[in-house]
């Protein structure tokens, strides 16, 4: 048995979440995703048959190429795995999903679909690759790939890919068609469509996201067929929102709430990401979560903290934490007033106008 060529990256008792690429390219795709994702999660990143390291394989349908990546979590002992994958790929979770429910824990698509067009345009670019190559794709691919500038490495990726692999893949992506079985994908679905995406355009994540029971469907504006590497920032917080948090991201949502801490993450940039990550990772994980103060405690100290300083934005979001944690009103304002002799009047006074305001925002919710 051949394996497909794969790449392991995170830490080894991470859970397993396998990252399939889209045809043409390599498991470099996932790069702008893979700091962030393996931070947490033992990453599996593969390429597909006759592309990047793996070699050609005798593949007819998604079906048979659904089966080689059972075949590598096999050899990985991953008994069940999250799954995410673009295009190809994401077809290629969609029909794990469908027909082998109990290997997955969870699935996202990115610019994918439940069919990819009329079968006849695959079997004739095909055909196309067969005679001459990937290379009279390399411009046309480019303007569907990338709504900014293009990543000349996944070009390369294209560019060197085995003919007789990709025009497989062209194969199995004519004979491919999910409509019908939505409906039986059962583990939780994010679905992710570049509003630019002229291969996928958004119908199609759409359609995806109706059919798939309770699936979270977002739209990136910007971004074209490789939605994750135009726009890295949102994809990656969409499958961080989506995938298992890691601690400190549960008892952030716990204690801030699931809204916040989504504008949160849409807002996230390149520039702030690993601030974001830090906060999440020590003030929630590390701090929060340790048993020596419960959390009524924590807000007490807190509010307290944040009206010596005179932060009054982070007091407002931690009056509304307070109140999640079982601070009463009353006892918000008690917290409050006793600053008034160790943080100052103007500073309490500060705080009072801010308390009120969120509780009387928060009463009429």
Known sequence: MTLLQH??????????????????????????????????????????????????ADVRTVDDLAGLVLELADALSLESFHYAGVSLGGAIGATLAARRPTRLRSLAMLCSSARFGEPQAW??????????????LL???????????????LLDDLAGADPAGYAACCDALAGYDL????????????VVAGRDDPATPPAHARRLADGIPGA?????????????????E?????????????PGMKVRREVLGDAHVDRAIARTTGFTWDFQDLITRYAWGEIWTRPGLDRRTRSC????????????????????AALRN???PDEIGEVLLQTAIYCGVPAANAAFAVAQRVLAETSGE
């Open 7 to 56: 790449r392991t990256d995170g830490p080894e008792r991470g859970e397993p979440l396998v990252l399939g690429p889209s045809l043409g390219t390599s498991a470099r795709v996932w790069e702008p995703q893979l700091a962030a994702l393996a931070r947490t999660f033992r990453v599996i990143r593969f390429d597909l048959p006759g592309h990047g390291g793996s070699p050609p």
């Open 123 to 136: 079997r004739e670019r095909a055909g196309l690759v067969r005679d001459r190559g990937t290379g009279p």
């Open 139 to 153: 411009e046309a691919t480019a303007r569907r790939w990338f709504a900014g500038p293009a990543d000349r490495a």
């Open 179 to 190: 409509r019908d079985r939505l409906a039986d994908i059962a583990v939780p679905t994010l």
């Open 216 to 232: 979270t469907l977002v739209e990136v504006a910007a971004a074209a067929h490789l939605a994750n590497v135009d726009r890295p």
């Open 234 to 246: 949102p994809v990656t917080a969409a499958l961080l929102a989506h995938l298992p948090a890691e």
């Open 301 to 320: 100290v807190t509010l307290t903290a944040l009206v010596a300083h005179g932060h009054l934005e982070e007091l407002a979001m931690h009056v509304r």
């Open 326 to 328: 079982g601070l009463t």
